[in-house]
């Protein structure tokens, strides 16, 4: 599960699954990005906010999109993304010591598009937000470890 932004979450909440109908939940959320979409007529590019969404039903695939407010562009959709994330790693997180102060500043989020900007990988993102993936040694240590 993937914590969305707080401005996008109408567009998927209270929604329902194309597939089998079942009401949509924020938890279902599986991938965050960001579209260009191109006005045939004017030729104007805007940007929407892509959630890809898997039914906790039947399992299937869906992509939701969220309309950002009018003239958002494709970073400002990743920076709310990147707030969502941090948000979310933080509440995990219960820091002894560190005042509450759940609120993000301005530098960094600036800092972290600095970072964004230069990652050659979405691993390095990761890892900056200390968000990165272990490997698998734990699952290996267990598996070599059965039940005593
Ligand atoms: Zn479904």
Redesign the pocket.
């Known amino acids: 599960m993937l914590p969305i932004p707080k401005w996008a979450q109408k567009y998927l909440k209270f929604r329902?699954?194309?597939?089998?109908?079942?009401p949509t939940t924020l938890r279902g959320v599986t991938g965050l990005g960001v579209r260009e979409q191109k006005d045939e007529e004017t030729g104007t590019v805007s940007y929407v906010l892509t959630i890809e969404y898997v039914?906790?039903?039947?399992?299937?695939k869906?992509v939701f999109l969220g309309q950002p407010e009018d003239g958002a562009n494709h970073l400002d959709i990743v920076e709310s993304i990147l707030e969502a994330l941090i948000r979310n790693e933080s509440s995990q997180k219960s820091l002894p010591g560190k005042g509450n102060s759940s609120k993000i500043s301005k530098k960094e989020v600036d800092d972290l598009l600095k970072v964004l900007n230069n990652a050659k990988s979405f691993d390095e993102v990761l890892k900056y937000i200390g968000a990165n993936r272990e490997p698998l040694e734990q699952d290996d240590e267990e598996a070599n470890n059965p039940d005593q």
């Open positions: 329902e699954c194309p597939y089998c109908e079942q039914c906790c039903a039947c399992e299937k869906s």
